[in-house]
């Protein structure tokens, strides 16, 4: 019988919610006005295409059937890996800034790049869990446990280097990126063979140093990273603005509504950059709030994976906090300096109506698993 739902991860996101809805219609106010002659056409795109329909998703994937899920993933996948082939054919898909990454459905248009984050998390955690309860029911035997751990690198690999290929020809380097980690940690987590682990991570790199051979900005955003002195104004511009945002709020913050940047000072301010802003006009004490909001929502999610009866739930609930809490890590990391800059967007906080309805159609998903087992 299904218990209650893990209220703590509840409140947390709500929190977050709550947070991106203010700082959203804060930041993005000026840039509206600018743009469509309003204050409020950002706010009410994401409370509309966002939340609204992102609160829709959660609520069915919380009350879906955790086997059906689980049934239905390789379709999900299948369909996905269709949408983003069909991004390439002329009238169907639309460019922003070089990039191919949207489909065009009418008054609105989606990211299929953003629904294969929770899907492929469901179809490798339904992939591993077969995998992982064919090696704990079967009698030991070395030489088909090679031979089936070898079938698994072999799928696997198959299935990444189609996905890659699709978000390369966007290109969507981040979001592969995103996949990629959280695909090896799933891995990880399922107890395969560390030697595939291994490989994995090392193919990654081979990877990620072709592509960053083969487009001179990804290098120089690399380069930028060790020396922003290289080009203050060029490609550094963001990363020097960036840094000098966080810096200027001081422990207390400057005041909601008081940012400096929030006017044309800084790029991709109600998206990538947005974390900037909300450490600027809340400073290094609402900076630690947000952060610790995170870190609790990674407490609760790993905790309800540990607590999962079978594999399935426990590598999807791992999976969907890993995947949410990575790119947190990442987006701060980047405005303060640790990282490079990626284009990868704050959870629950960042503008973009495609993002949002994900991460709360995952929240669905994690709560569904966490009232089997509190």
Excluded at 120 to 146: G, H, N, Q, V
Excluded at 264 to 288: K, N, R, W
Excluded at 352 to 363: D, E, P, T
């Amino acid at each position: 019988m299904a218990k209650k739902p893990d209220y703590v991860l509840l409140g947390t996101v709500i929190i977050l919610m709550v947070i991106g809805i203010l700082i959203l219609a804060n930041v993005s106010a000026p840039l509206s006005l600018e743009r469509f002659g309003t204050t409020y056409y950002f706010l009410k795109h994401q409370l509309l295409f966002g939340f609204l329909v992102g609160i829709i998703f959660g609520f069915l994937a919380f009350k879906i059937p955790l086997n059906r899920l689980k049934k239905w993933a390789p379709i999900l996948l299948l369909i996905n890996l269709a949408l983003l082939a069909i991004i390439f054919l002329p009238g169907v898909g639309s460019k922003l800034g070089g990039a191919a990454r949207w489909i065009n459905l009418g008054p609105f248009s989606f990211q299929p790049s953003e629904p294969l984050k929770l899907i492929f998390i469901l179809y490798l955690a339904t992939w591993l869990a077969s995998r992982k309860d064919i090696r704990d029911t079967r009698k030991p035997d070395e030489k088909y446990l090679k031979w089936t751990h070898s079938q698994t690198l072999l799928a696997f690999s198959i299935i990444i280097i189609i996905i890659s290929l699709l978000l390369i020809l966007q290109p969507d380097i981040s979001t592969l990126g995103v996949i990629l980690l959280v695909a090896i940690l799933m891995y990880f987590l399922a107890k395969m063979p560390l030697w595939q682990i291994f490989l994995m991570v090392l193919g990654g790199l081979v990877a990620l140093f072709a592509l960053v051979k083969l487009e001179p900005y990804r290098l120089n955003r690399f380069l930028v990273f060790f020396n922003p002195t290289v080009d203050p104004m060029g490609i550094g511009y963001q990363l020097k603005q960036a840094v000098i945002a966080v810096g200027s709020g001081g422990i207390s913050g400057l005041g909601m509504g008081m940012s400096q940047f929030k006017s044309g000072f800084l790029p991709q301010i109600i998206s990538d950059s947005i974390f900037a802003v909300f450490a600027e006009e809340t400073g290094f004490i609402g900076s630690c709030v947000l952060v610790l909001l995170f870190f609790i929502f990674l407490w609760r999610g790993l905790r309800i994976g540990r607590l999962c009866q079978d594999s399935f739930s426990q590598l999807t609930a791992w999976g969907i906090t890993i995947w949410i809490c990575l790119q947190a890590f990442i987006n701060i990391a980047a405005m303060i300096g640790i990282l490079p800059l990626t284009g990868i967007p704050l959870p629950f906080i960042s503008y973009g109506g495609s993002a949002l309805v994900v991460q709360l159609a995952g929240i669905g998903v994690l709560l569904n698993i966490s009232r089997q087992i509190t």
